[in-house]
């Protein structure tokens, strides 16, 4: 009896683990998987030669799927008609089926990119390639090199890099319409590429910042990048590809009659030398003005008197490019004056302040301009009008931490139809220099190429540039903090500007240097630095 009793409290002891066992809890499921799917089986084999078989099925160890699959699959050389790839969805294999007639004796590859995913974590197999030739062997020569952006400090990814064969058909328009004979991408931030499995012979080497994807150059939307030469396969040489964005070639769209007496004429191009006459027959009297608009490519046309003509026709005149352009009229409503001031708010003390016009401004009167401070002090004024962007322009000394109101009495503006300006009124403020940054930047060169020094924000648009002074100084001033990047252009045409390329010319773009680092300028800080380009 008393061996019975001393069992009793083991078997408490007992019942009271597996209620301990039956709490309630979040298992924590073991280790997450992070290795990628692995492959099992190729049917035909990768790497095969003698291809003749129209399907192709990849078996894997796990269940995979394809993720963002028609952006990253490059198929080299491109078919025709693309592959039937499936399932999508999960699966051990992946079928590859050839609706295309394959050329004899070619290498072809089938780089996924990063589209092959294990179905749980989505571990990618990082750019399969599947290889096969329809001749006896499997071409092995290799290409490579890295990708630039002339006006960015580095290229955006990914970028299509594309080789044509250069043989006796070969045309550099074919980049505008007809897809290479090989084709790979940028595999991550380095900006480098290698086109492998090639064939021995001649290639023109282009790259291409595509919008659709479509392996061919569509200069309105693409970036592209090219060797100037013809290059020599097999090589040792690396290359170096600049993208750029083409200026688009000058032509000029049907004009639109908007109103009454105003007529929009909408372009593309290099319009320097464009003319617009009018040829139909009209009164005497009648007179035009045409200004450009100050955010698109459009030209504004305004005459006087109306016409009754029910059409028009203008000629437009560009360099060697001539168009015949006809207008039907509308019975539109006429536009009256109307003013409004581009610069308001804050501003720099040696900002000009614009006011721009709906209709053509001819006349600007400043004694009609009044400037008052916040001490109520009247400042002196200067102003002009800009004809070509339909601007007036109002100058006028500032100092740190004050406020002006600017105010245009009746009749300071007259338009081309002598309406002149009601009463206008705004306001703007300076802030205390101490507010601003500065950087002092010596550029030190060897060569005598004329240089552009710009500085710019982080979205790349320049903020303020500067030539270099005989000391090959530049001083920026006035600067909100923040971060900068400074660059140079090698103004190798000493035109003042930056010039883009141009392919079918074989013309590269003017070389951007960027300082090696980001700027972070301070709110009252000076900043000091030297640029060497040698």
Same mark, same amino acid.
């Given at each position: 009896?008393?061996?019975?009793?001393?069992?009793?409290?083991?078997?408490? %002891?007992?019942? @009271?683990?597996?209620?301990?066992?039956?709490? =309630?809890?979040?298992?924590?499921?073991?280790?997450?998987?992070?290795?990628?799917?692995?492959?099992?089986?190729?049917?035909?084999?990768?790497?095969?030669?003698?291809?003749?078989?129209?399907?192709?099925?990849?078996?894997?160890?796990?269940?995979?799927?394809?993720?963002?699959?028609?952006?990253?699959?490059?198929?080299?050389?491109?078919?025709?008609?693309?592959?039937?790839?499936?399932? @999508?969805?999960?699966?051990?294999?992946?079928?590859?089926?050839?609706?295309?007639?394959?050329?004899?004796?070619?290498?072809?590859?089938?780089?996924?990119?990063?589209?092959?995913?294990?179905?749980?974590?989505?571990?990618?197999?990082?750019?399969?390639?599947?290889?096969? +030739?329809?001749?006896?062997?499997?071409?092995? %020569?290799?290409?490579?090199?890295?990708?630039?952006?002339?006006?960015?400090?580095?290229?955006?990814?990914?970028?299509?890099?594309?080789?044509?064969?250069?043989?006796?058909?070969?045309?550099?328009?074919?980049?505008?319409?007809?897809?290479?004979?090989?084709?790979?991408?940028?595999?991550?931030?380095?900006?480098?590429?290698?086109? +492998?499995?090639?064939?021995?012979?001649?290639?023109?080497?282009?790259? @291409?910042?595509?919008?659709?994807?479509?392996?061919?150059?569509?200069?309105?939307?693409? =970036?592209?990048?090219? *060797?100037?030469?013809?290059? /020599?396969?097999?090589?040792?040489?690396?290359?170096?590809? /600049?993208?750029?964005?083409?200026?688009?070639?000058?032509?000029?769209?049907?004009?639109?009659?908007?109103?009454?007496?105003?007529?929009?004429?909408?372009?593309?191009?290099?319009?320097?030398?464009?003319?617009?006459?009018?040829?139909?027959? *009209?009164?005497?009297?009648?007179?035009?003005? #045409?200004?450009?608009? #100050?955010?698109?490519?459009?030209?504004?046309?305004?005459?006087?008197?109306?016409?009754?003509?029910?059409?028009?026709?203008?000629?437009? /005149?560009?360099?060697?490019? /001539?168009?015949?352009?006809?207008?039907?009229?509308?019975?539109?409503?006429?536009?009256? #004056?109307?003013?409004?001031?581009?610069?308001?708010?804050?501003?720099?003390?040696?900002?000009?302040?614009?006011?721009?016009?709906?209709?053509?401004?001819?006349?600007?009167?400043?004694?009609?301009?009044?400037?008052?401070?916040?001490?109520?002090?009247?400042?002196?004024?200067?102003?002009?009008?800009?004809?070509?962007?339909?601007?007036?322009?109002?100058?006028?000394?500032?100092?740190?931490?004050?406020?002006?109101?600017?105010?245009?009495?009746?009749?300071?503006?007259?338009?081309?139809?002598?309406?002149?300006?009601?009463?206008?009124?705004?306001?703007?403020?300076?802030?205390?220099?101490?507010?601003?940054?500065?950087?002092? %930047?010596?550029?030190?060169?060897?060569?005598?190429?004329?240089?552009?020094?710009?500085?710019?924000?982080?979205?790349?648009?320049?903020?303020?540039?500067?030539?270099?002074?005989?000391?090959?100084?530049?001083?920026?001033?006035?600067?909100?903090?923040?971060?900068?990047?400074?660059?140079?252009?090698?103004?190798?045409?000493?035109?003042?500007?930056?010039?883009?390329?141009?392919?079918?010319?074989?013309?590269?773009?003017?070389?951007?240097?960027?300082?090696?680092?980001?700027?972070?300028?301070?709110?009252?800080?000076?900043?000091?630095?030297?640029?060497?380009?040698?």
């Amino acid at each position: 009896m008393k061996h019975r009793l001393l069992y009793i409290p083991i078997a408490i %002891l007992f019942l @009271l683990s597996f209620v301990d066992c039956a709490k =309630k809890g979040t298992p924590s499921g073991g280790k997450k998987d992070s290795i990628p799917p692995v492959i099992v089986k190729s049917v035909p084999e990768n790497f095969s030669i003698n291809f003749t078989d129209s399907e192709i099925r990849i078996y894997f160890d796990e269940y995979i799927k394809l993720k963002n699959l028609q952006s990253n699959l490059i198929i080299s050389p491109p078919l025709k008609y693309p592959p039937v790839i499936t399932p @999508l969805s999960t699966s051990k294999f992946i079928k590859i089926k050839i609706s295309d007639t394959l050329l004899p004796n070619t290498t072809y590859s089938f780089n996924f990119g990063q589209s092959i995913v294990d179905n749980n974590e989505e571990n990618a197999y990082d750019y399969f390639k599947y290889v096969f +030739s329809t001749g006896t062997y499997i071409d092995s %020569l290799k290409l490579s090199g890295n990708i630039a952006d002339a006006l960015l400090a580095k290229p955006e990814s990914p970028t299509t890099i594309l080789l044509y064969e250069v043989n006796e058909t070969y045309k550099d328009s074919m980049v505008f319409s007809e897809k290479p004979m090989y084709i790979t991408s940028t595999r991550d931030t380095t900006n480098t590429f290698e086109l +492998s499995n090639l064939k021995e012979g001649n290639y023109k080497l282009v790259a @291409l910042k595509e919008k659709n994807n479509d392996y061919t150059f569509q200069p309105k939307t693409d =970036k592209i990048g090219f *060797v100037e030469q013809v290059i /020599t396969l097999p090589t040792d040489s690396t290359y170096q590809l /600049t993208l750029f964005k083409e200026n688009p070639a000058y032509s000029i769209t049907r004009p639109k009659h908007v109103s009454k007496n105003h007529i929009l004429f909408g372009f593309e191009g290099d319009i320097k030398e464009l003319s617009i006459d009018l040829k139909s027959e *009209v009164a005497a009297e009648f007179e035009s003005r #045409l200004f450009h608009d #100050l955010k698109t490519d459009t030209l504004h046309y305004w005459f006087k008197p109306t016409v009754e003509n029910d059409s028009l026709l203008f000629v437009a /005149t560009n360099k060697e490019v /001539t168009d015949s352009l006809n207008l039907r009229i509308r019975d539109l409503y006429k536009d009256s #004056l109307s003013v409004s001031a581009i610069t308001t708010g804050v501003v720099l003390p040696r900002d000009t302040l614009k006011l721009i016009a709906n209709t053509p401004l001819v006349a600007i009167d400043a004694e009609k301009i009044k400037i008052i401070d916040k001490d109520s002090v009247q400042i002196p004024a200067s102003a002009q009008l800009n004809t070509k962007y339909n601007l007036a322009e109002i100058a006028f000394p500032k100092t740190e931490e004050q406020a002006y109101v600017i105010q245009l009495l009746p009749g300071a503006l007259t338009d081309f139809y002598e309406a002149q300006n009601d009463s206008i009124r705004f306001a703007v403020r300076t802030k205390v220099a101490s507010d601003y940054g500065t950087l002092s %930047l010596a550029v030190n060169s060897a060569d005598s190429i004329p240089k552009i020094v710009q500085l710019v924000n982080p979205k790349f648009k320049v903020i303020s540039e500067q030539i270099p002074s005989a000391t090959n100084t530049v001083y920026f001033d006035y600067i909100i903090p923040g971060n900068y990047y400074v660059r140079i252009v090698l103004d190798k045409n000493r035109n003042g500007i930056w010039d883009t390329g141009n392919f079918l010319a074989k013309l590269q773009p003017e070389k951007i240097i960027y300082y090696p680092v980001q700027l972070e300028i301070l709110a009252n800080w000076s900043l000091n630095e030297t640029f060497n380009l040698d």
